[in-house]
């Protein structure tokens, strides 16, 4: 069966550092470029960052650049986010996503994690 | 870069059709084929219900179907079920700086 499962999220204070991992089973991982999107309490979906198969390529979003690091171990079949400075804007469920196969953009997302949530707060 | 417009919400009785829209701009929408729809119940993850536009993924009820027309995406449902309740996401490429785009979702009541 393929499946990502999402971890590493929990409660922390402003300014702190927390790092996410995927699990990815039941696919080749290392041929799929992967997503990380998050969901804010009661709000819409928002792109974090992108991770092309082999690590060549990455993007983030204007609103976590500089402090996030997104990267993956396909020897590991997993994906990570690393977050820094964390920010109570950053409070959300936080989703792993592949990437479509052969897609020629990002966008077209077929597998999704259940989320795990990040919540910032003093 | 903003999110895509998107209504808040739409509803419809069962059997009815429904059609949300989704506007961006030339940078995303209208530039590029590659328009995704999410599908996302309550507590739960999204689900693609639609990509590349047009295309739909096995398992996907031919009920759903998009398009396009300049600088707006539309995900229409046909035969409305009372499962097709939920909220809905637009997701645009936007170019190599701002690489993905989704809209701000619509909820669909099913009357």
């Known amino acids: 069966e393929v499946q990502l499962v999402e971890s590493g999220g929990g409660l922390v204070k402003p300014g702190e550092s927390l790092r996410l991992s995927c699990a990815a089973s039941?696919?080749?991982?290392?041929?799929?470029?992967m997503n990380w999107v998050r969901q804010a309490p009661g709000k819409g979906l928002e792109w974090v960052s992108s991770?092309?198969?082999?690590?060549?390529?990455?993007y983030y979003a204007d609103s976590v650049k500089g402090r996030f690091t997104i990267s993956r171990d396909n020897a590991k079949n997993s994906l990570y986010l690393q977050m820094n400075n964390l920010r109570v804007e950053d409070t959300a469920v936080y989703y792993c996503?592949?990437?479509?196969?052969?897609?020629?953009?990002?966008?077209?997302?077929?597998?999704w994690g259940k989320g795990t949530t990040v919540t910032v707060s003093s | 870069q903003s999110a895509l417009t998107q209504p808040r919400s739409v509803s419809g009785s069962p059997g009815q059709s429904v059609t949300v829209s989704c506007t961006g701009t030339?940078?995303?929408?209208?530039?590029?084929?590659?328009v995704s729809w999410y599908q996302q119940h309550p507590g739960k993850a999204p689900k693609v219900m639609i990509y590349?536009?047009?295309k739909r993924p096995s398992g996907v009820p031919d009920r759903f179907s998009g398009s396009k027309s300049g600088n707006t995406a539309s995900l229409t449902i046909s035969g409305l079920q009372a499962e097709d309740e939920a909220d809905y996401y637009c997701?645009?490429?936007?170019?190599?700086?701002?690489?993905?785009?989704f809209g701000g979702g619509t909820k669909l009541t099913v009357l």
């Open positions: 996503a592949r990437v479509g196969y052969g897609s020629g953009s990002y966008v077209h997302m077929d597998v």
């Open positions: 039941g696919f080749t991982f290392s041929g799929y470029s």
């Open positions: 991770i092309s198969s082999s690590s060549s390529f990455i």
């Open positions: 030339s940078s995303d929408v209208g530039g590029y084929n590659y």
């Open positions: 590349d536009v047009t």
């Open positions: 997701c645009s490429y936007a170019g190599s700086y701002s690489l993905v785009l």
